[in-house]
């Protein structure tokens, strides 16, 4: 009978113990990366002249289509060009503009346009609170005519500042790609 009395005491003391703990922190709350199954640039030309458009579209996400990449137009030369990105999620519908959310959550984002070739220059036209870029919109300025790429990419969480290359960065891709671009 003592045995009993002492084995409930120990599982009562234990379950106490267990239930009551001190540990009142919420949890962290959990903030995916976003589904982009689209991203649109735009390329105005200060002063006139004709928009371009890169686009790459995936639908099939990780599925065995490739996306499909395209660029509207040549760049003209030495002229530099407004930046704007938009981002979707087309796997539901109405397709979701995640561009709103980078928006909103601009010190977790940042794009990142690493050129070759013909573009002289990207200048950042948006920050976050802190001063930090974002890279929703840009300026863009091409050299002389030639061949160049831009590539582009969305990184989720980096770290904010850095010294403006993907590695110094880290986070997570949300989406890139490399546009191959002409410069007339």
């Given amino acids: 009978m003592k ?3 002492i084995l409930s005491l ?3 003391a234990g379950l106490t113990f267990w239930s009551c703990s001190d540990d009142d922190d919420a949890p962290e709350e ?3 990366e976003e589904t982009i199954t689209t991203m649109t640039i735009t ?3 200060q002063g006139g002249g004709t928009t371009v458009t890169l686009q790459t579209q995936d639908l099939d996400g990780d ?3 490739a996306p ?3 660029v509207s137009d040549d760049l003209a030369a030495n002229t530099t060009y407004g930046g704007a990105v938009v981002v ?3 796997t539901v519908t109405p397709a979701d503009n995640i561009t709103l959310e980078v928006a909103e959550e601009d010190d977790e984002h940042q794009f990142f346009y690493i050129p ?3 573009i002289t220059d990207i200048t950042y036209g948006d920050q976050d609170d802190d001063g930090n870029p974002v890279g929703l919109i840009f300026t863009l300025t091409t050299g002389g005519a030639g061949a160049a790429t831009l590539a582009v990419t969305l990184r989720h969480e980096p770290k904010k500042p850095n010294d403006g290359t993907l590695a110094d960065a880290g986070g997570e891709t949300d989406i890139a790609e490399t546009f191959n671009i002409t410069i007339q």
């Fill in 116 to 118: 070759t070739g013909n």
């Fill in 43 to 45: 390329l105005v030309p």
């Fill in 3 to 5: 045995t009993i009395k």
């Fill in 63 to 65: 599925g065995p289509n």
């Fill in 10 to 12: 120990i599982a009562v």
């Fill in 68 to 70: 499909v990449v395209t």
């Fill in 30 to 32: 959990v903030n995916e």
């Fill in 88 to 90: 979707l999620d087309e």
